[in-house]
């Protein structure tokens, strides 16, 4: 192969995977169009006939935590006022090196309880259960520090005494009818065996009391970039793999489940560094091999908002995370790759995910040397060169706008023509520079998998929002 | 810059180029789209104001008053008020019964609210016809019942749940018939609109028709139903559960019956299920012996303390410890007592519990 039959033979790989990426996104964009108008045609009937107010499927909130003493108060008290007819709290302080479980006892009156607590998925050992004996439906399991969310997040599933099993972080700000939103397609349809719902940024946002008071903007460029990628990821990224129950992650941030289900599934890997993604495949591989009907769903509801990192060095670290976590993932759950009855999960979903999430980094960055490289020894069209640019940041600002508009359509969180013009000017400075740097972090991460590395919790620096309010 | 003004591109390079044309053009379009949106619902929003404004003391006056109802001076409502107008009226329905009720159906016939409803309901949206459906049922508007019984059978949930109620608002002994055949098939109906619907049919209508439906279903179905059963009359009721639990095997229909147990019929069999092979049968009469609360059960509910299932054990326990006959003494002896470690343990969380500790 001559230099020349290598350059074009890379053309057309980086065009192949340009027009594939594009068209799966354009896809997932008018399967989420549809599904969302779908969805809101009766939400609203829904909640002005309160259809949902006094179901008898009893939620458990584990909220598992580690050195949160800064806010673990506030947001158990925001927690407990949450909009649901019967649910318990049970938080589980994780080996906490702080107050954090001093100042749950000083403030909710905990005591120790001699609960007959039951191992049925793994986790480190349970130093004690303690009860409040002011509010009847909170608990706190005390354990040795497991080195995880996900193992804390099993010993909470363990104290679980509700048939539905909601997964939150402990920095979450939940709207309080969260779970009555989430809760709904348990209701429509039995064979739901988990739900999740739309994360949204918290920063820019005032919160009181655990609660969001004022929804804005944050001032940080990088949060506010975030902002666009949250939409774009939750509100056609999921949603249009939810109608053909394709969907593979439910944030760790917010997520409803089956209990039962997911115990069988032997509940979350303390090992894995993106749990809550490998939790959602396992729970794919479960039902499939049980060859029983079964819907993993989503709601566009915006349920919950969390802290995203607002500089570079926290930023990385997250990103390089998250790609580690979906090549760990993928690999434990290869079964269903080449499950002939995994339907769209196996032939549609996770192929996408391996071609353009997964090793997707690989050509980008690959791309964009390939460019200086020609650009430098001279064989680079230039104008071909620049509509093929053009052509690439007109889709991601075509897609962002489709993103705004799909928020607009459902629920309008940002009221001010202000907000909506700074939305449309990220959507296209993002494009210079930001998609760059993600994916080299992408591809470090995908590095990172493939030379094997362990996980740990992991904490960013809060935004003042939410610190301020703890304080 | 002549190269800007190019036409000898290749092929694949023109088909970027008019990509670009419509990328460009479905970016302005969504933008374009999205400012309408906002648009409308900034207006929606300010009708929605000036049309409360205008009608809230109205709604008010009838809720309260007959007379007011029928001699009121009504707002005018504009061409874009008159989804608020349903709406309101709606919302103000949901919120009362009696004599409130039927002012607002007074209130309503002096208004377009009747007519409105019966135009929404041939519209091809969903929602439209939900609110039609809803106005239609709040009024008893008899003329409407055969479209609105064609209604019930509709796959979106809400409308045909919407429409369920309403029929049995229209017409009870009718729509019962209709809809308590339904409940089983149509399992994506929430459960609490059923037992609403049900209530408001009474319980004296809905016994015999969900009897003969739990009797004649399958075992699957008969759980189901059974779930809707404590709406029946309690001697109807007492006899369903006591042929079901002698009769039938299925774990699920008798983990349903024996929640519905509430005297002390069927209780040799009761006593009987504390050794059956399904955990949560176990754990259910374990409950139930609770709630009977004789002495004769003590010894039947210390047993299974020792079970292998938490459940069975928690529910043991529990169940011993608010038996009426057993003091904080006699308790603790029974704990003390216990040789499993499990069983001690339980005992203790549920005394615990129950501030015995």
């Keep these: ?471 | 810059m002549e190269w800007l003004f190019r036409t000898d591109f290749d092929s694949t390079t023109t088909i970027a180029l008019w990509s670009i044309a419509g990328v460009l053009v479905t970016t302005v379009v969504l933008f374009v789209y999205t400012m309408g949106l906002r648009f409308a619902t900034v207006a929606g929003d300010r009708r929605r104001s000036r049309f409360l404004a205008a009608w809230r003391d109205v709604f008010a006056a009838a809720m309260l008053s007959r007379r007011a109802a029928e001699n009121i001076e009504l707002p005018t409502v504009s061409r874009d008020e008159r989804v608020n107008l349903l709406e309101e009226w709606n919302r103000a329905c949901s919120i009362v019964d009696g004599d409130a009720a039927e002012n607002l159906m007074i209130l309503a016939r002096r208004t377009e609210i009747p007519a409105l409803a019966t135009t929404m309901l041939k519209k091809r949206r969903v929602s439209s016809k939900i609110l039609a459906t809803q106005t239609l049922g709040h009024l008893r508007d008899s003329k409407v019942r055969q479209r609105i019984h064609a209604l019930v059978e509709h796959e979106n949930t809400a409308l045909s749940i919407t429409a369920a109620l309403a029929l049995v608002a229209i017409d009870a002994d009718f729509g019962i018939t209709v809809v308590v055949p339904m409940i089983e098939r149509r399992r994506d109906w929430p459960k609490n609109r059923v037992s609403v619907l049900l209530r408001m049919a009474g319980s004296e209508r809905i016994s015999e028709p969900l009897y003969r439906a739990i009797r004649s279903a399958e075992d699957d179905a008969k759980t189901y139903l059974l779930e809707f059963a404590w709406l029946i009359e309690a001697q109807v009721l007492d006899a369903l559960v006591t042929d079901l639990l002698r009769e039938n095997k299925d774990p699920g229909v008798i983990n349903a019956s024996l929640k519905l147990v509430s005297g002390f019929s069927g209780v040799p069999r009761i006593a009987s299920l504390t050794q059956h092979p399904v955990s949560f049968v176990r754990m259910q009469a374990a409950k139930v012996l609770g709630r009977i609360g004789q002495q004769e059960h003590l010894s039947l509910l210390e047993s299974m303390l020792d079970d292998r299932e938490w459940w069975v054990r928690y529910r043991a326990a529990q169940s011993i410890t608010s038996l009426p006959f057993l003091g904080p003494n006699e308790l603790r002896r029974l704990r003390d007592r216990q040789e499993d470690r499990y069983a001690a343990d339980m005992l203790q969380q549920t005394f615990a519990e129950a501030g015995l500790a």
């Design chain 1, 1 to 471: 192969m001559t230099l020349q039959d290598f350059v074009l033979t890379g053309q057309w790989v980086f065009l192949a995977y340009f027009v594939g990426i594009n068209t799966g996104y354009l896809l997932q964009n008018v399967i989420a169009a549809h599904g969302i108008r779908k969805y809101l045609q009766t939400a609203d009937q829904y909640e002005a006939e309160n259809v949902f107010s006094s179901l008898d499927i009893p939620i458990s909130l584990v909220v598992p935590a580690y050195n949160e003493s800064v806010s673990i108060v506030t947001s158990v008290k925001a927690m407990l006022q949450l909009e649901y007819p019967q649910y318990e709290l049970i938080v589980v302080n994780d080996g906490s090196t702080d107050d954090t479980l001093q100042k749950l006892i000083d403030e909710f009156g905990m005591q120790e309880f001699p609960e007959a607590y039951r191992a049925r998925v793994e986790s480190t050992e349970v130093r004690s259960v303690y009860r409040s004996t002011r509010i009847a439906n909170l608990r706190v399991v005390d354990k040795v520090n497991g080195g995880s969310k996900a193992d804390a997040s099993n010993a909470g599933i363990n104290a679980c005494r509700y048939p539905l099993v909601c997964v939150v972080d402990a920095d979450s700000v939940l709207q309080p009818d969260s779970l009555r939103r989430v809760v709904r397609p348990f209701l429509e349809d039995p064979t739901t065996v988990a739900v999740g719902g739309t994360v949204r940024i918290a920063n820019g946002c005032t919160v009181r009391q655990g609660f969001l008071e004022k929804v804005g903007l944050p001032k940080n460029f990088l949060a506010l970039v975030q902002v666009v990628e949250y939409l774009r990821a939750f509100l056609f990224g999921r949603m249009g793999w939810s109608p053909i129950n394709g969907l593979l992650i439910i944030s760790g941030a917010f997520g409803l489940f089956h209990k039962e289900t997911l115990i069988e599934a032997g509940g979350y890997n303390p090992k894995a560094v993106g749990e809550d993604m490998e939790l959602v495949l396992r729970l794919h591989r479960l039902m499939k091999k049980k060859r029983k009907p079964y819907r993993i769903t989503f709601v566009p509801d915006p349920v919950c908002r969390t802290d995203a990192p607002e500089n570079l060095k926290d930023l990385k670290g997250q990103r390089v995370r998250w790609q580690h976590g979906l090549g760990q993932a993928l690999a434990l759950n290869r079964s269903l790759i080449t499950n002939p009855r995994g339907g769209a999960v196996s032939w549609v979903a996770i192929p996408f995910y391996m071609v353009f999430e997964l090793f997707g980094p690989i050509i980008e960055v690959a791309g964009y040397f390939f460019i200086l490289i020609c650009g430098f020894m001279g064989w680079l069209s230039w104008p071909e060169a620049a509509i093929f640019l053009g052509l690439a940041v007109g889709l991601g600002v075509m897609l962002s706008t489709s993103a705004i508009m799909l928020e607009e359509l459902s629920f309008g969180m940002y009221p001010r023509f202000r907000d909506l013009a700074l939305l449309y000017f990220i959507a296209i400075v993002e494009n210079f520079g930001f998609r760059q740097l993600t994916a080299i972090w992408r591809f470090q991460g995908l590095m990172r998998w493939l030379r094997g590395g362990e996980h740990k919790w992991e904490s960013i620096t809060r935004s003042s929002s939410l610190m301020d309010e703890a304080k």
